[in-house]
């Protein structure tokens, strides 16, 4: 399981814009891909994602640090070059052109043979259905089916990495769910090693092998969703990756894979990685709204009162004020069935141990 088709190596890029402002979009990123997987770059807007890419694809040059292809460091290779293609947000159809004559457009330029042209373009043209639509103008499709032919004029060439810079942007929420499917059951089936941009989490979660959590140009954390979700590295991630309350409390005793806290007046032990963490030390605790239970007023960890209820039908998220003025959020499900707490109800808290995650204290 060692074949790397990418690796970035300590990557840097610095813009500089005027003589006195530079904007560091990239910040020492290493990473590397393994053949057959689709590893998504996930961060808020401004954080480096495209800048990462055109660096891999050619479009842009690191100020420092190396990018590899299959072994091949490629910072001297033209774009054209490198085997990479990339599926933007806006398509980038030639819009004037047909169905057929935009997919085999990287074919022609390679000098394919027109009879070998006429079988690939049929064959990624049926693999998202758009067979028959080989002579429609690309400008007499919706959103999706060009989305769809963006895809396939970038796999018919067969790239050794293809690349996506939020791809579904442009469609509406229903269209897009169905799109990313789409994209992640032909990357898979063909075997095609990936590399995704988006700033949606769900989108990343959803599609992806592992997730590259970038802010300000730096890698935060790689991991599969799970982990990522469960297991942040730090509070940024912890935050940005679903909603989080962080909970103040202290260690009590560290075990081997154990860590005993004091949280609110409860003692609790948190099956965790122990080797960061020492008696006494002040820590934040990550709670995630769904993995606290609504109880009865003195038969949990702490007692809080309902300030607010966002009854979202599946779902209420109420949030609460507990004892010392400070404000969590607990999702309930199935509100139907356990009927909607008022503002102003006193109800207990019960953390579900297994979910709690400790993070050191940021300064
Ligand atoms: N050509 C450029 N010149 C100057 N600054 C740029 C250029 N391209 C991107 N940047 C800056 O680099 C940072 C990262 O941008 P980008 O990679 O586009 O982020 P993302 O794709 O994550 O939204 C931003 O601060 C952006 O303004
Ligand atoms: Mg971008």
Redesign the pocket.
Same mark, same amino acid.
């Given at each position: 399981m060692n074949d790397l088709v990418v690796r970035f190596e300590h990557i840097v /890029?610095v813009?500089?814009?005027g003589t006195h402002r530079e !904007?560091r979009? !990239?910040d020492d990123f290493s990473l590397s891909v393994a053949r057959g997987q689709l590893v998504t @770059?996930l961060?808020?807007? *401004?954080? *480096? /994602? &495209? &800048? &990462? @890419?055109?660096i891999l694809a050619g479009f %842009?040059s690191a100020t420092s640090g190396s990018v590899y292809i299959e072994d091949r460091c490629v910072n001297d290779i033209p774009p054209q070059k490198r085997e990479t293609s990339m599926v933007f947000q806006s398509y980038g159809l030639f819009p004037h052109m047909t169905v057929y004559e935009n997919v085999a457009y990287g074919l022609k330029v390679k000098h394919v043979p027109k009879a070998q042209i006429k079988r690939q373009v049929a064959e990624v043209l049926s693999l998202v259905g758009l067979e028959g639509l080989e002579r429609r103008s690309v400008g007499q499709l919706s959103g999706g089916q060009q989305q769809r032919v963006a895809l396939c004029r970038a796999i018919v060439t067969k790239p050794k990495v293809l690349l996506f810079? %939020?791809p579904l942007s442009n469609l509406d929420a229903k269209l897009r769910k169905g799109t990313r499917e789409q994209i992640r059951r032909l990357q898979q089936e063909l075997g095609i090693t990936s590399i995704y !941009?988006t700033?949606d989490q769900a989108e990343a979660m959803s599609i992806s092998d592992a997730i590259a959590v970038?802010n300000v *140009?730096r890698l935060q954390q790689l991991g599969t969703a799970e982990e990522i979700y469960s297991r942040p590295a730090n509070r940024f991630v912890a935050d940005f990756i679903g909603e989080a309350n962080f909970l103040p409390a202290r260690i009590i005793e560290v075990g081997d894979g154990r860590v005993t806290i004091r949280i609110f007046e409860t003692e609790i032990t948190v099956e965790q990685d122990s080797t960061n963490f020492s008696p006494n030390e002040e820590v934040e605790a990550v709670v995630r709204p769904e993995a606290v239970d609504v109880i009865e007023v003195d038969q949990g960890d702490v007692n809080a009162e309902i300030l607010f209820s966002h009854y979202t039908g599946s779902v209420v998220l109420y949030a609460l004020k507990l004892p010392d003025g400070s404000r969590m959020e607990v999702q309930v499900a199935n509100p139907k069935e356990r009927g909607l707490l008022p503002v102003g109800a006193r109800v207990g808290l019960r953390l579900h141990r297994k979910s709690i995650h400790l993070l050191k204290k940021e300064l």
């Open positions: /890029k813009f500089s814009e !904007v979009a !990239v @770059l961060g808020p807007s *401004g954080c *480096g /994602k &495209t &800048t &990462t @890419l055109r %842009e810079d %939020e !941009v700033h970038m *140009g």
